[in-house]
């Protein structure tokens, strides 16, 4: 399954368009971050897309709006970008098992270091190099679309022999490994939910893990 994510969209049109971009490719889970009431209110009267607006949730922060998400990509057009993130083109993606999450920054700026960090990884959609920058609304287009080529896109799920950890495991137990390690004197806790999204752990690893951080407490 594939969520859309928007983070701080201002413009109602984009939205609308958005929205609308989703439902022509089979998409049907929008999810809005922190934004601007008066601007959704606005959207939700957007042609041809108005149940997935009116299903669309929203959340107060990119952490609420992917803690059931098994993987995370987030959009960037790279241009003055220093990326420690693995980098997928989108021509040539492909899904993982479990729920996808692709978030797209505000039209101005673009996603921010922390949001970019926050994610598994980076998709970019490959642009001329005079004009790298893509208009929202298209930029979810060209998404949905290139997903739509993957016969499969809607239905892959995870097994049920190996279950993904989700974003809010990964944050439940990077918090409890950090804390440990903070009281041992290490100095860069940050990297350790870096870690954690890059293991490929199964969710009953993951769960392992902290059953011997809890231990050694």
Do not use: W
Not at 30 to 54: D, F, H, M, N
Not at 188 to 210: D, G, H, M, W
Request: proline share 5%; glycine share 4%; net charge positive.
């Amino acid at each position: 399954m594939v969520t859309i994510v928007l983070v701080s969209p201002r413009n109602p049109n984009n939205i609308g368009a958005a929205a609308r971009a989703m439902a022509n490719f089979g998409l049907s889970d929008l999810r809005l971050v922190k934004v601007y009431a008066p601007t959704y209110k606005e959207a939700v009267s957007a042609v041809g897309a108005e149940e997935i607006l009116k299903k669309a949730k929203v959340y107060d922060s990119l952490p609420e709006a992917l803690a059931d998400c098994h993987f995370s990509l987030a959009t960037t057009s790279l241009k003055n970008r220093k990326i420690d993130k693995r980098v997928y083109s989108l021509p040539e993606l492909k899904l993982p098992t479990g729920k996808t999450a692709i978030i797209f920054g505000p039209e101005k700026t673009g996603l921010c270091a922390a949001d970019i960090n926050f994610c598994n990884a980076v998709l970019n959609i490959p642009t001329a190099a005079k004009q790298p920058s893509i208009n929202l609304a298209q930029a979810v287009t060209l998404v949905c679309y290139e997903l739509s080529k993957t016969n499969n896109f809607k239905k892959l799920k995870t097994s049920a022999k190996t279950v993904l950890p989700k974003s809010a495991d990964i944050e439940l137990v990077s918090a409890e490994i950090t804390l440990a390690l903070k009281k041992a004197g290490f100095t860069q806790p940050a990297e350790i939910r870096n870690i954690l999204q890059n293991s490929s752990l199964t969710r009953k690893q993951l769960f392992l893990v902290k059953k011997f951080i809890n231990l050694l407490k």
